[in-house]
């Protein structure tokens, strides 16, 4: 197996809860393209359907070094990250833009990075983070884009484009997620989209994740010795017995959290080749989780005797102790990585863990919880019972104003507006990883779709993958089955672009 070596920033997004894993991917994969890392600004309105018309600057980024007049407009987001040159320059799209004479715009997402509507990111700011905001950002811009003329190019875009270009919207995740609502609030502007990954479908407990996490850890040979550990080490953390806890937080290295806290690190921790992809030279679950659990005498720092722990717990503590030496993290760090509440208090911009948490708390929920216990649910739990929907949903109120946000949030409304509407959708590719822990709560789940898209629209599932990986960057150690969805994904956009410019053609003769 591939050796796979964790780094903080992986760790910080997972913390996140969404991961669009996108960017920081491509930043490492061989460009195809000329770099393209200019910014541009466009003005935007605080609140498109409310009294506050205050205005603010939103950054894209534009790659036109393959576009041809008339070629497509491929549109993305960096979602919950910021923007980098890396969003247009080294993901899949750019090798579709090559095939097709087109250009690459990703635009930065409000209240992220540099594009901040407001100068602070509290409740009251906040509240101006809807999903109609967000997608009508988008669609201000795509306007913009098609009335640009020759005279206005160097402002807006390197190369003037009109209306003949069509504009398909790509992402993956929670920008996956986006790429669907564009396509179904703005079908005029968006010609297609395609939606990896994506969490579209609101879960107030969203224990299914670590079920997508629990069938990964199966196939890598270490599932059910995992959830003992888990076990055992609740029974510990619930206990009371300070000396038992003490001696555990020894054993890990982490003294300065609480039991929640610590139990809430120690699965940031252990999930972080979840996301990661599986290629045919490795399996990053395997190489950061399973290997400790399958080969018992390797990497293990306790024994049974001397710990007085079963050999399942001792090889999870071991797997932990190798995961933070690796990381390079530092007691402090773990401590903000930890506590859920910490991470989230700082009300200066650039905190995009705070508006993360602020979306969960305001949106769809997804709060990455335990499962009801085995002997109703029949499930095996992968994290720690002490993570449940009190202990992150309380800090909702308390961190943004019970004002601002509704606790519990209203998932059923929110599934109601923006999942129920794809039912009717056209032109969308929805992909998801058979291993992706987010799989769930995508339109493919493990037990069949949840919706029934037109027959304009395509839902695959991508046998062994992963979290997005059908928009990484092509290698040579791809999937075949990752290849077969760009295959297809590549063959839709076609279409959708050749039956968007025909349209626009017959537009005009009339």
């Known amino acids: ?96 833009a090559a095939a097709t004479h087109g250009m690459v715009i990703s635009v930065e997402h409000r209240f992220y990075g540099q594009s901040n509507p407001l100068p602070d990111l509290s409740g009251d700011s906040l509240r101006y983070l809807t999903v109609a905001n967000v997608l009508e ?161 390797k990497d293990q720092t306790l024994n049974s005797a001397d710990s007085g722990y079963s050999s399942c717990l001792n090889s999870y503590i071991a797997m932990i102790n190798r995961l933070i030496a690796q990381s390079g993290l530092t007691p402090e760090m773990l401590v903000a990585l930890g506590n859920s509440s910490l991470a989230i208090d700082n009300t200066a911009l650039n905190q995009p863990q705070r508006v993360w948490y602020y979306q969960m708390c305001s949106w769809f929920g997804m709060w990455q919880v335990a499962p009801p216990p085995r002997n109703v649910s029949g499930l095996l739990s992968y994290r720690s019972q002490l993570l449940d929907l009190d202990y992150f949903q309380t800090n909702c109120p308390k961190k943004f104003g019970a004002s601002h946000v509704k606790t519990p949030v209203d998932v059923d409304a929110f599934n109601g507006e923006w999942f129920d509407t794809l039912h009717s959708t056209s032109n969308v590719f929805y992909t998801s990883g058979s291993l992706d822990p987010w799989r769930d709560s995508t339109v493919d789940t493990s037990v069949g779709n949840l919706v029934h898209p037109p027959g304009a629209s395509m839902v695959f599932a991508i046998e062994g993958a992963t979290h997005v990986q059908d928009l990484q960057a092509s290698s040579d150690t791809d999937l075949q089955t990752v290849r077969w969805a760009r295959f297809l994904g590549t063959q839709l956009v076609k279409k959708w672009i050749s039956d968007a410019q025909t349209n626009q053609r017959h537009k005009h003769s009339c």
């Open 1 to 96: 197996m591939a050796s796979y070596s964790p780094v903080p920033m992986m760790i910080v997004f997972i913390l996140l809860a969404s991961i669009s894993l996108t960017a920081q991917l491509a930043a490492a994969a061989s460009n195809t393209a000329q770099p393209s890392s200019e910014s541009f600004w466009f003005t935007q309105q605080v609140d498109h359907f409310g009294s506050n018309r205050q205005q603010w600057k939103q950054q894209y980024m534009v790659n036109a070094t393959y576009y041809k007049a008339g070629g497509p407009i491929y549109m993305s987001t960096a979602g919950e990250t910021p923007l980098t040159s890396a969003d247009v320059d080294g993901t899949f799209v750019i090798e579709l």
């Open 137 to 297: 950002d988008f669609a201000s811009i795509i306007r913009a884009f098609k009335a640009n003329t020759t005279t206005m190019a160097a402002a807006i875009l390197p190369v003037a484009v009109g209306p003949e270009s069509p504009v398909i919207f790509i992402g993956g995740s929670y920008p996956g997620a986006v790429a669907a609502w564009m396509r179904a609030k703005y079908p005029s502007l968006v010609a297609g989209a395609w939606s990896s990954s994506a969490a579209v479908y609101g879960r107030l407990e969203n224990y299914q994740y670590d079920q997508g996490f629990g069938r990964h850890l199966a196939t890598a040979g270490c599932a059910w010795c995992f959830s003992q550990a888990i076990a055992e080490l609740d029974e510990i953390l619930v206990s009371g017995d300070t000396a038992s806890i003490t001696k555990v937080q020894t054993q890990l290295g982490i003294l300065l959290l609480g039991p929640s806290d610590l139990a809430n690190l120690l699965t940031v921790l252990a999930t972080i080749g979840a996301l990661q992809p599986v290629t045919t030279t490795g399996d990053p679950v395997y190489a950061t989780v399973c290997s400790h659990f399958n080969n018992s005498s």
